[in-house]
């Protein structure tokens, strides 16, 4: 078994690998795992194949988790592997933890990870965790993208939510619920659109306004605001 080997069945889906990794004991990763390979949206392409299937439009809540679910359930069944999840908790699996440790990614200046080439953009719908410790490539060095940066993410959010104090996700939340939302509401965080970092892998504004209705429906289902 190889990573490209696990990149071209995840490809099918529209998912790429993202990053991996040998997790040590502190990891947290699920008992017997060698290598666990994160999973992610690869462009348009995730967004395309879940459209597509009966989890979009069979009116259940949180279709994309469920999506996700089947499909990288199913990847790890076939490697011979376990599936982990970025939701479904508390308790949450340490995904954060682990995209520091195996893949190009850093904290970022809206408090988000930031990856190489994909920017902010970059998410992970989950990681197979393998039994066998697989050939990683080496990784080159390379610089952290908001080192250099001005933060034009920043000064592009109409409320200023993200801050060296931490992101609030309150007045975030309000902003989307007034009419002067609807630009962040219909095409997407505005404060992420602004990053140069990896724009080809900003989705289009359909994918947006998926994903910001579903934070918007987490607030009131949490009682936030």
Do not use: N
Not at 85 to 108: D, E, I, N, T
Not at 135 to 158: F, Q
């Amino acid at each position: 078994m190889t990573l490209a080997r696990i990149a071209g069945a995840a490809a099918a889906h529209g998912l790429g690998v993202i990053g991996a990794l040998h997790p040590a004991p502190e990891d947290g990763a699920p008992p017997g795992t060698g290598t666990l390979v994160l999973l992610g949206p690869e462009g348009e392409a995730m967004w395309t194949a879940f459209t597509a299937s009966p989890e979009a439009t069979d009116g259940a809540e949180h279709p994309l988790d469920r999506w996700s679910e089947r499909v990288i359930g199913a990847l790890a069944a076939a490697f011979g592997g376990a599936a982990a999840f970025p939701f479904g908790g508390p308790p949450y699996a340490p995904f954060f933890r682990w995209a520091l440790k195996g893949a190009p990614v850093w904290g970022s200046k809206l408090g988000m990870l930031i990856h190489a080439e994909r920017g902010v953009w970059v998410s992970f719908r989950g990681a197979l965790a393998l039994p066998e410790r697989l050939a990683l490539p080496s990784r080159a060095a390379v610089e952290r993208p908001c080192d250099p940066c001005p933060a034009p993410c920043r000064a592009a959010c109409p409320v200023s939510a993200f801050t060296d104090a931490g992101y609030d996700a309150a007045a975030c939340r309000a902003h989307l619920d007034r009419p002067e939302g609807a630009p962040c509401r219909e095409g997407g965080c505005l404060a992420r659109r602004a990053c140069p970092v990896g724009a080809a892998f900003a989705p289009g504004p359909a994918q947006a306004a998926f994903h910001l209705a579903a934070f918007r429906a987490a607030g009131r289902d949490t009682g936030a605001a």
